[in-house]
């Protein structure tokens, strides 16, 4: 059975084309940032250099050889250089331009004009070495941590090992640079490119929408004044944090938080110097905190942690650190020092005790005991006891 080739490279420059245009109409609909650019140009380079190499019959070996495999040695530099934008990396034009630049030096030689079969190789270490680079670039990246990013990984690693396969097979199954028409194996050689670019395609498209969808939904767990988590995204976290102290039968605390006479700072000073004052706090406490810790903003100027793998004695001596922390120094506000203190509520539950929520009520009551103690400091939940009622007008 045999193909013709015009056929064939008919079919790769629709394909490349139609790659090209889908991801330029999603840059369009606002889908992703500028790495769809640098994937819609990689195909129409490519698709570029596909209708030169098409038209060796016609035009000079300086655009139909030369010209035509630079344009497809510098479609796999722009998809390299898109994914680095993805990962809001910067992008070294020689990086772009490098490979297409060593092809076309490369071709100055006579053997390389000369032999279909070095061409072959050099095309396919280059084209190998910029989907490795990429396939790295994906792997370090947060591309990784998306499913259509994993899945992108995958391909490209394929297509490395395809590109490396036919190195030394290149004088056995040569491409058909100067073929009219070619048998079934030498088809699928030109086919798998178009298979390659269909599925890549498609994958940087999902890798850019999934991306967006999973920063909406973290936008929608962020309180944006803080960047801390907001209400929902706290107990989202919280939960988690809770049931793995649960499989790994480990204790969990909560504290609840409060800045002590808030309101006061908003009438005497103003709302902004107020959102100061929450943004230095927030500050200060997270400096305090362990990187695994949860911290939350659920209401105006309250707070809520939850950590595991303490104690009582532990859990009120990270709130004592946490309230001497604010207290130590003022928010300065336009050259006027505000005073800050907090009151601390600390629970703390066994390995299969509480859930999250039963566990910050009994924060929020010890809250309110270092409220009418006073304020500026930590109370510990004594679930013991009964719960001290809140009558109506307390302090707050």
């Given at each position: 059975?045999?193909?013709?080739?015009?056929?064939?490279?008919?079919?790769?420059?629709?394909?490349?084309?139609?790659?090209?245009?889908?991801?330029?109409?999603?840059?369009?609909?606002?889908?992703?940032?500028?790495?769809?650019?640098?994937?819609?140009?990689?195909?129409?380079?490519?698709?570029?250099?596909?209708?030169?190499?098409?038209?060796?019959?016609?035009?000079?070996?300086?655009?139909?050889?030369?010209?035509?495999?630079?344009?497809?040695?510098?479609?796999?530099?722009?998809?390299?250089?898109?994914?680095?934008?993805?990962?809001?990396?910067?992008?070294?034009?020689?990086?772009?331009?490098?490979?297409?630049?060593?092809?076309?030096?490369?071709?100055?030689?006579?053997?390389?004009?000369?032999?279909?079969?070095?061409?072959?190789?050099?095309?396919?270490?280059?084209?190998?070495?910029?989907?490795?680079?990429?396939?790295?670039?994906?792997?370090?990246?947060?591309?990784?941590?998306?499913?259509?990013?994993?899945?992108?990984?995958?391909?490209?690693?394929?297509?490395?090992?395809?590109?490396?396969?036919?190195?030394?097979?290149?004088?056995?199954?040569?491409?058909?640079?100067?073929?009219?028409?070619?048998?079934?194996?030498?088809?699928?050689?030109?086919?798998?490119?178009?298979?390659?670019?269909?599925?890549?395609?498609?994958?940087?498209?999902?890798?850019?929408?999934?991306?967006?969808?999973?920063?909406?939904?973290?936008?929608?767990?962020?309180?944006?004044?803080?960047?801390?988590?907001?209400?929902?995204?706290?107990?989202?976290?919280?939960?988690?944090?809770?049931?793995?102290?649960?499989?790994?039968?480990?204790?969990?605390?909560?504290?609840?938080?409060d800045l002590d006479h808030?309101?006061?700072?908003?009438?005497?000073?103003?709302?902004?110097?107020?959102?100061?004052?929450?943004?230095?706090?927030?500050?200060?406490?997270?400096?305090?905190?362990?990187?695994?810790?949860?911290?939350?903003?659920?209401?105006?100027?309250?707070?809520?942690?939850?950590?595991?793998?303490?104690?009582?004695?532990?859990?009120?001596?990270?709130?004592?650190?946490?309230?001497?922390?604010?207290?130590?120094?003022p928010v300065v506000w336009?050259?006027?020092?505000?005073?800050?203190?907090?009151?601390?509520?600390?629970?703390?539950?066994?390995?299969?005790?509480?859930?999250?929520?039963?566990?910050?009520?009994?924060?929020?009551?010890?809250?309110?005991?270092?409220?009418?103690?006073?304020?500026?400091?930590?109370?510990?939940?004594?679930?013991?006891?009964?719960?001290?009622?809140?009558?109506?007008?307390?302090?707050?």
């Open positions: 059975m045999s193909f013709d080739v015009g056929t064939l490279y008919a079919a790769m420059v629709l394909v490349f084309a139609l790659v090209g245009l889908l991801l330029i109409w999603a840059w369009i609909q606002k889908e992703g940032g500028n790495a769809l650019i640098w994937w819609a140009a990689s195909f129409f380079v490519s698709t570029s250099g596909v209708v030169l190499l098409g038209d060796w019959d016609v035009l000079p070996d300086l655009w139909s050889v030369e010209v035509a495999l630079s344009l497809l040695v510098l479609g796999h530099g722009l998809i390299w250089a898109g994914v680095r934008s993805f990962a809001g990396r910067s992008i070294p034009w020689f990086g772009i331009l490098g490979g297409a630049i060593v092809w076309m030096i490369a071709y100055q030689t006579q053997e390389v004009q000369g032999s279909t079969d070095d061409r072959v190789v050099i095309m396919s270490l280059l084209a190998a070495l910029y989907t490795a680079v990429t396939a790295w670039e994906v792997a370090r990246s947060e591309a990784f941590a998306l499913r259509a990013g994993r899945a992108a990984f995958g391909l490209l690693v394929l297509h490395v090992l395809l590109l490396g396969l036919r190195i030394p097979v290149a004088d056995v199954f040569p491409l058909p640079f100067r073929e009219t028409s070619v048998d079934l194996h030498l088809a699928l050689l030109t086919i798998e490119p178009m298979l390659f670019a269909v599925a890549l395609g498609y994958m940087l498209l999902v890798m850019t929408r999934e991306r967006m969808e999973r920063r909406d939904h973290m936008a929608a767990l962020i309180d944006p004044l803080t960047s801390i988590l907001n209400r929902r995204g706290f107990f989202e976290a919280a939960g988690r944090v809770r049931s793995r102290s649960i499989k790994h039968s480990e204790p969990i605390a909560a504290l609840l938080l808030f309101k006061r700072v908003n009438d005497t000073h103003g709302h902004a110097a107020g959102d100061e004052v929450l943004r230095a706090s927030v500050a200060r406490i997270r400096e305090t905190l362990r990187t695994h810790d949860v911290f939350g903003r659920i209401g105006g100027e309250e707070f809520a942690v939850v950590f595991s793998e303490v104690d009582e004695t532990d859990a009120q001596a990270f709130a004592e650190r946490l309230r001497a922390r604010l207290a130590a120094e336009r050259d006027v020092p505000i005073e800050v203190s907090v009151s601390i509520g600390v629970a703390v539950a066994g390995a299969s005790e509480k859930r999250v929520e039963a566990l910050l009520e009994d924060a929020d009551r010890a809250l309110y005991e270092a409220k009418r103690r006073g304020r500026n400091c930590v109370v510990l939940a004594d679930t013991r006891r009964r719960p001290i009622d809140k009558p109506a007008g307390g302090p707050v």
